[in-house]
């Protein structure tokens, strides 16, 4: 476990950090996720043209995805040849999170991208070009979009009712550069059980039955310039006790980052509603300094918590 002790040197870095916020609203309808907004996401890195759509239809129209039951609806897109079909369903479970499968039978041991209102991250199809994860939903009306360097892809909805008793903290980055999301829950110190982060990413039961939060990394960090989303989640809506959740992004200086200019980005929403967006960009301090730690707190807010 990392020395928390060593925190403190964030303040004589901060003169280093640029940090840019916005507020994004969550796409309300699915049918606006077409390419171009898929493109106008605040992300941290760019992306191509994503096709989302059959070659004969010009744009994702709403026929396609307004199945009532969406929760269970797969919303399924093919873009390719019909034996290379690929296929997005997306499904939603308990805490508000998705359950995804993709399936790209000409796409085997492949990279894969999904997004999802702003948040992205890679993974990689294993050999028959099937893959499948959990991610946490952050609006009700989740379309996720899975995409290949290729520009073949699909995309898939879900109705995720039980989003407006969650609050979700996201950071997301390209590459490995050691950039940790850590929520301390009521007091909680560097360590404790209440101190939740990947290292300790508390239990998903907790979650659904409002006793605590937990933290879902998604996207392989063995990729090459991997795209990493780390994901906090709290029950809000039906927590058992009161207080508040000291929310930070924490950055371990290593001898892969030192000296570097890097990049993060992280996404906040209470109860799904409006996305807030902050960019970081840096430059990290001197070789020198391996081993310290950087404790960002302006990235992400606090989280307040009431008795329900």
């Known amino acids: 476990m990392p020395d928390y002790k060593r925190y403190g040197i964030a303040g004589a870095t901060f003169a280093t950090i640029l940090i840019t916020g916005q ?3 969550t796409m309300s309808a699915p049918e606006r996720a077409s390419a171009a907004d898929v493109q106008a996401m605040p992300l941290p ?5 994503i096709e989302l759509t059959a070659a004969n239809d010009a744009s994702l129209t709403a026929a396609s ?6 929760a ?3 919303g399924e897109q ?4 019909e034996s290379c079909s690929v296929t997005l369903s997306a499904k939603a479970i308990a805490a508000a999170l998705v359950d995804l499968e993709l399936s790209a039978p000409c796409a085997p041991n492949e990279r894969v991208v999904i997004h999802h209102n702003g948040m992205m991250f890679s993974d990689v199809t294993n050999g028959a070009g099937r893959f499948s994860t959990t991610v946490p939903a952050l609006s009700k009306e989740a379309v996720f979009i899975a995409s290949f360097a290729g520009g073949d892809g699909a995309v898939a909805t879900a109705t995720v009712e039980e989003i407006d ?3 979700r903290a996201v950071v997301q980055m390209q590459g490995s550069f050691a950039i940790n999301l850590h929520a301390r829950e009521f007091g909680a110190q560097y360590g404790d059980t209440r101190h939740i982060w990947t290292g300790h990413p508390g239990d998903i039961v907790d979650g659904v039955t409002g006793h605590g939060g937990f933290m879902l990394e998604l996207g392989d960090r ?5 795209l990493i989303a780390e994901v ?3 029950p809000t809506g039906m927590a058992k006790e009161a207080g508040s959740i000291a929310l930070s992004v924490d950055i371990e200086i290593t001898a892969e980052n030192c000296d570097k200019d890097i990049e993060a980005q992280t996404l906040q929403t209470s109860r799904g509603e409006k996305i807030a967006v902050q960019t970081l960009d840096m430059s990290m301090p001197a070789c020198e300094a391996v081993g310290d730690f950087l404790m960002l707190k302006n990235l992400v807010n606090d989280m307040k918590v009431a008795f329900n």
Not at 45 to 49: G, R
Not at 65 to 70: A, T
Not at 78 to 81: E, I, K, N, R
Request: aromatic fraction near 10%.
């Open 165 to 167: 008793i969650f609050d």
């Open 23 to 25: 507020i994004m609203q």
């Open 78 to 81: 093919p873009l390719t040849g």
């Open 45 to 49: 890195v760019a992306i191509s043209d």
């Open 72 to 74: 269970t609806h797969s």
């Open 232 to 234: 906090y989640t709290f």
């Open 222 to 226: 063995s990729l090459e310039n991997p």
């Open 65 to 70: 995805l307004d199945s009532p039951s969406s």
